[in-house]
């Protein structure tokens, strides 16, 4: 099985999954990780498995990054073939409800740059593909960014994070927000990322996102006309241990950036 339909397939088994677990969530493990905001359910490590052993048994040599126990890391070689994985993205969503704003995204990237990508919401079904060179889809449907162009009528997506990212949100983003024309939080990055794919956004801003968060999301937009970049502009390489984000229609890219950067 090629790639394309490799990531297809295992993200439409995998919502069946986690849509039965959503249902009863009342009674899913959940467990701390660095704080109370910062929590892990036992679905997030059963989907990881799940994809990590499939991942395993079809392409084996390849590395595999995700976000959970054993495999949150990056490669050495950043040239390898890598699978990045986040099991459930907006997973603090997943446990308290906030429907329908979670999703399953699996990237296979090659020198630290998403190729090819997936993100499935299992609520509604919807499957998000991009692959590099060949468009990207929200299921059979090609999608395209918005045609917005002015920063006063954007619509952007400050994504909050956790606690521990509201300072920098605040101090980073404080002349977005005066400047920008509609702000929205899904606080799941894939949702956030892909709406701009979907023209629903023109822009998403994130101060502190690990490369599960944005992998698979960033192919998507990308092919969808957008552009993902660090916060300055420069180049949003997977593994540099590099954070913050910015994934906008490509149209208002470069505006965007003087806002954050007034200075430069
Ligand atoms: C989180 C979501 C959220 C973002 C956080 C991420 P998780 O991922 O993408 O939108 O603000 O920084 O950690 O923990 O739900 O997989
Ligand atoms: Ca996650
Ligand atoms: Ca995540």
Redesign the pocket.
Known sequence: MNERDFIREALSNLAVFVREKYASRRNVCISEKREAN??LTEV?LAVQEKLVERIKSAFPGDFIAA?EEGFSRFPEDPNVRAWVI?????????VRGYFPS?GISLALAEGGVPIAGGVIVPMTGDLFFGQRGHGSFRNDSRLEVSSISTVGLVRAEI????PW?RPGTLAAFDTVMRNVGQIR????????ICSVATGDMDAYF?V???P???AAAQVILEEAGGKVTRLDGSPAYLFDGGHGLLATNGRVHDDLIRIIHPQA
């Open positions: 910062d929590i997030d976000e986040d099991p459930i993205d907006g997973t603090q969503n997943f979670f994504d909050f994070g956790g990212d939080c899904h606080c799941a990055a894939v949702i956030g994130h502190g996102l690990n599960w968060d944005y």
